[in-house]
């Protein structure tokens, strides 16, 4: 999940968590929480991420709300990769 607000905004990791498990997710759900500059990401499991978007939308933080977006992952193929034999 994406959240509009990082470190700037003053979110931290045990706040991120913390909003999550308040709206519902259990603790061991959460995965790899990031709080950057200006944005986070959280990883939580796909048949709560929907629900968990609306209920932090509507989530109190600083003065406003959350700005959330579910996160779509990428998978893009690799290049084969070339092996060099420098005998």
């Not at 931290?12 to 968590?17: F, P």
């Not at 603790?27 to 709560?48: A, G, L, M, T």
């Not at 629900?51 to 290049?79: H, I, N, Q, W, Y």
Request: charged share 30%; aromatic share 6%.
């Amino acid at each position: 999940i994406y959240v509009g607000q990082g470190a700037t905004q003053g979110l931290t990791v045990d706040r991120l968590v913390s909003a999550v498990v308040d709206n519902g997710v259990t603790s061991d759900s959460v995965k790899r929480p990031q709080v950057r500059k200006n944005y986070s990401f959280i990883d939580v499991p796909e048949k709560v991420a929907d629900e968990l978007v609306e209920k932090l939308s509507e989530t109190d933080f600083e003065g406003g709300k959350f700005f959330v977006r579910k996160a779509v992952t990428l998978s893009l193929p690799r290049p084969p990769q070339s092996r060099s034999n420098d005998d």
